[in-house]
Every structure is written in C-alpha cells, then in structure tokens.
C-alpha cells in the first residue's frame, strides 16, 4: 500500500476528486480512514479470529448529521475480498456505494476504496456491516447514529448520554467453516450465545446518573435469531424505529427480529444499585439469553435477583407489540414539516407483488428461494452490468412477481421496476419460521401483518394513517405482511433476507428502478474510482 507519504497524497487527491464533484458541496464533509484486520477476540471466553476495523470489534461508530456527506477510504488487510454495506442508509441517488455484491465489485486484500456517502433526509439508528460471504458472522460491523439538525425539533428532551446496543446471536465457529457448512448444503448449527456490544455475560456496562434519561439505540446484527431486549426494573419509551419518530409508547420489553434497529429512552429512576440489561433469543427451542450492566454512578451494590423475564415462543405477543408502533404524525423528521403531512394510505398503488420464500433442495442441496427462484451471484456486479451494457449478466424480469409454487431454480434475479411507481408489496411465508426482510435505498410503510394468505380482502385491515416507515420487517410463521413503497430512488436495490444463512443460499434477489432520464437530479454517475471487476474490467468509468 506504499509508504505513508505515498499514503497521505493519495488521501488528498481522492478528497479533491470529491469535492470537485460538488454534487453535495452546501453540507458538511466527514473524513474517515478504516483499516481493516484480524484479530484475536474472546466474545464468548474462547479466542476466535475476527474481523477488525481500526483494531476495534465492534467496529467504530458513526456520528452524522442529516445532510451529511461521509468520505469512508477503506483499507483492505484481510486475505479475503471485502465489502462494507450501510444498513438502513438509502443512498439516494447513488446504489453505486451501497457495499453489495450486486452493486460493487469487493476489495480485494492489500487494496482501498472509499467510499463516499450522503445521509441524504435521514435521521435515526442504523449500523453497517461488511456483506461478503459469512464475514459478518467474524465482527466488522458497528453502529450508526444520524442526528437531526439543530434547527429540525425533535420529539423529546435532550436525553443525557445515547448509548448505542449491537446485539445478536454469535458462533463460536470461523467465519470461513460456516460458509463451507453452507456450501456443501447443510444448515448453520445453533449459535452458541449471545453478545452485547461484542461481550458476552456482563461484559459490558453502560453508566448512568440517578434521575437522568438516557437514549439506547438498538440493533440486532445477528445472523439468525430474533432478539428480546429488556432492562431489570426499569421500563423503555419507544421514540424511533430506523428512521421514523413513533408514538411514545412505554414497554418492558420488545422484540428487535433480525436486521432491525429501534431507540428507546431509560429513565434512571430506580434505587442506585447496578441493574441486569439482558438480551435474549426469541422463537428457538433453547432459550439463549446474555446481559449487560446497567450502572448508576453512586451505585455500591453490584446486579442481584433473578433475571426479568421475557417472552420465548409466543407468536401473539410478539405480533401485537409490532402492530403498536405508530408513526408519530406531528413530530418532524429529517426535515421541519410533520410526518404526518405525507398521506402514505391516500395513494393508489400502481401493482400488487407478492414474494414468498421457500426452503428446496436444488440439485441436492439445502437452497433458499423467492417464488421459486434461488438467486446466485453473476460474475459481474449487476449495476455495472446494466451501466455497461454488458449482455448475459442477468435478464430483466428474472424475478417472478407471484408465488411459483413448484420447483426451486437457480436464478440471478432482478425485478424490473421504474421510477416513480408506488407498489404493495406482500410478503408472504408459509414456512415454521420467523422471516426478516430488508430492503435496500428505501423506507416503506408496514401497512398489515395476519396469520395465513394474504387475499385482496387483507387491505380491510390495512393501517392507512400512522404506521411507521421503516426499512427492515418481519413475518411471522404462516402469515403475510404487506407493505407501501415509493419508488422513487433510482438504482440496483437488494431485497433480501436478514436471515444470513438464508440470504446466502439464495432467499434474496435484486430490483432495478429504472428511469431513461439521464439526469443527476435522478441518478449520480458511476463514481470516477469504481472498482470494476467480472466483465466491466476494461471498461471506464468517467474522465477524471
């Protein structure tokens, strides 16, 4: 990578390089430099091999500002190819840095690329983790806080300290035999713990001054379970779901399913004593559980008691606490006028689609499917693919638009869809399991959630005034969700399970929003420092 000198007038050509473009030019510049490693970690008492950024797991926060644009110049010291994807952060304008493999090519060992990224009208808690292969079950993962802007109000009282919680389930197992079990088409075992904050049992502690609020944002970047997170003897205000402000709505409990972040505030308003912040799994046939310490600074008097229970199994529980959460209609977003003034329910929608996963075995193998299709990754990232021209990467229209309940087939799918149309979307499992759905460069609105099919009657219960947008939503076993969606940021977007066994064998696919205009206030040029890789090498990005 060349000696520091050679390091530093790189960093400033590629910052002149950004900064030329102007494209973001009125808002504020964050300047980040990652270098990513192995390392020695002991999560859950035994050394592993993980996943480093700057020598931390997890890796290190993010502060922004809405508006805010983020030069992130990643350093690849791994012996593996590398991507960063941005969880919940809808690049508007610009999938080019969206960090997948349908959309950019990996860094390979020994090389860099920054990134470049504008938190473009979004407030909220999110985190980023890298998207290749299994790499995610060995760390490199870490939160992401946007902060409104100081003239945008905000629904609650300057809390006195935010605390960012990055939970979810972890295998004692490399990275890289994971992947083999997966190849070789078995399922991934049964994690073998839990981690807070990458510790496991009251490993980590957060601080507290009596009779202050405080603000926890949490994730759940496990691999495959559902999460209940709760705090001994102290109940949590729900202020913020990815991006959305909600009705403040008091909990002792809540669910957090697989890739979904929510903010909550604790108020320390209990005898000074240290108290059990505890996590545990939700929907599995052993109950992993792990804590925290929730500690108060004149606290003399470590955790005690048992811990607070939570719920397991139970489907009806966890489905009503999801229908709750509402959009709150008078608070303001990332900018100053109310949410509540864009009326979501009023829109006729353009189509109906409806996905469905399922579980075949495709030429003897365990396979994750969509409508049938188990996706495979091409040779070639997708969006440079379609960028270029460059013929037999995928076909336009590869993803069915309705369940395919026959066989499952290997598919590099891609929905065809164009700018501006404003979809529903059902999500329909027939499976025994929870699904978690993600979906990339957008916010949809959770219209309705049931038990058994979905039919055109559903929308009776449709929730047409204040549900929450949000990014990533679950579905329970044999029920359907449904959702509304702008289309309205143009790009090659993944749809995919937050289920990582699952996404990787196949229960994902790509859609492409489409406009032939060529204009930047619809789409950003392909980035002049793209890695091009697969069938683009050769090609050019743009003159400098």
């Known amino acids: 990578m060349g000696d520091c000198t050679c390091w530093v007038l790189r960093s400033l050509i590629i910052c002149a390089l950004f900064l030329l473009q102007g494209a973001n030019g009125d808002n504020p510049y964050r300047f980040l430099t990652w270098k990513v490693t192995y390392g020695d970690i002991y999560p859950l008492g035994v050394k592993q091999q993980g996943i480093l950024i700057n020598g931390q797991f997890p890796g290190p926060q993010i502060d922004a500002v809405t508006n805010d644009n983020l030069i992130i110049s990643v350093y690849n010291y791994l012996k593996e190819p590398f991507l960063i994807s941005w969880n919940g952060i809808q690049q508007r304008r610009n999938s080019w840095q969206d960090g997948v493999y349908g959309t950019n090519c990996p860094i390979l060992p020994g090389r860099n690329f920054t990134y470049i990224l504008q938190m473009k009208d979004q407030i909220g808690s999110y985190f980023y983790f890298p998207s290749v292969g299994l790499q995610k079950a060995a760390g490199g993962f870490g939160g992401i806080r946007i902060w409104s802007r100081p003239a945008i109000p905000v629904p609650f009282?300057?809390?006195?300290?935010?605390f960012t919680v990055l939970a979810g389930d972890w295998f004692k197992t490399d990275h890289n035999r994971l992947r083999l079990i997966l190849d070789v088409g078995h399922n991934l075992p049964f994690p073998d713990g839990l981690l807070i904050n990458g510790r496991g049992w009251n490993g980590y502690t957060f601080t507290v001054d009596p009779g202050k609020t405080?603000?926890?944002?949490?994730?759940?970047?496990?691999?495959?379970?559902?999460?209940?997170?709760?705090?001994?003897?102290?109940?949590?205000?729900?202020?913020?779901?990815?991006?959305?402000?909600?009705l403040q709505n008091t909990?002792?409990?809540?669910?957090?399913?697989?890739?979904?972040?929510?903010?909550?505030?604790?108020?320390?308003?209990?005898?000074?004593?240290?108290?059990y912040v505890v996590v545990s799994s939700r929907f599995t046939t052993r109950v992993l559980t792990t804590t925290a310490v929730l500690h108060y600074s004149n606290s003399r008097r470590g955790v005690s008691?048992?811990?607070?229970?939570?719920?397991?199994?139970?489907?009806?529980?966890?489905?009503?606490?999801?229908?709750s959460i509402r959009w709150n209609l008078t608070a303001s977003g990332p900018r100053p006028n109310p949410q509540g003034s864009y009326h979501y329910g009023m829109i006729k929608t353009s189509r109906t689609i409806m996905f469905a996963n399922s579980a075949p075995i495709i030429n003897g193998k365990q396979r994750y499917a969509v409508n049938g299709a188990s996706f495979v990754p091409a040779d070639t990232p997708l969006k440079l693919a379609d960028h270029f021209n460059i013929p037999g990467v995928f076909n336009l229209g590869s993803m069915p638009t309705s369940p395919n309940w026959g066989n499952g087939y290997l598919q590099t799918s891609v929905l065809s869809t164009n700018f501006r149309e404003y979809v529903e979307i059902v999500f329909q499992n027939w499976e025994n399991?929870?699904?978690?759905?993600?979906?990339?460069?957008?916010?949809?609105?959770?219209?309705?959630?049931?038990?058994?099919?979905?039919?055109?009657?559903?929308?009776?219960?449709?929730?047409?005034?204040?549900?929450?947008?949000?990014?990533?939503?679950?579905?329970?076993?044999?029920?359907?969700?449904?959702?509304?969606?702008a289309l309205d940021n143009v790009g090659m977007w993944n749809i995919r399970s937050e289920d990582w066994a699952r996404q990787y064998l196949g229960q994902q696919f790509y859609m492409r929003v489409y406009t032939n205009s060529h204009s930047y206030r619809d789409e950003l040029p392909i980035p002049k420092n793209a890695l091009l890789c697969g069938r683009a090498r050769g090609h050019r990005t743009r003159p400098l």
């Not at 009282?157 to 935010?162: K, L």
């Not at 926890?216 to 102290?234: A, D, P, Y």
């Not at 697989?258 to 108290?275: E, F, K, R």
């Not at 008691?305 to 229908?323: H, K």
């Open 157 to 162: 009282p300057p809390p006195a300290g935010d």
């Open 214 to 246: 405080y603000r926890f944002r949490i994730s759940n970047v496990g691999l495959t379970t559902s999460i209940n997170f709760r705090i001994q003897g102290h109940l949590m205000k729900l202020v913020e779901v990815e991006g959305s402000h909600t």
């Open 251 to 275: 909990y002792d409990s809540l669910d957090i399913h697989l890739g979904q972040s929510y903010s909550v505030l604790v108020t320390a308003n209990q005898q000074p004593q240290d108290y």
């Open 305 to 323: 008691g048992p811990l607070p229970r939570g719920p397991t199994t139970q489907i009806a529980w966890s489905l009503n606490q999801a229908r």
């Open 433 to 485: 399991t929870v699904q978690s759905w993600h979906i990339n460069g957008y916010s949809f609105f959770v219209m309705g959630m049931d038990g058994g099919q979905w039919t055109p009657a559903s929308r009776s219960r449709y929730n047409l005034r204040d549900t929450v947008a949000r990014c990533t939503i679950q579905v329970y076993p044999r029920s359907w969700t449904a959702i509304y969606m």
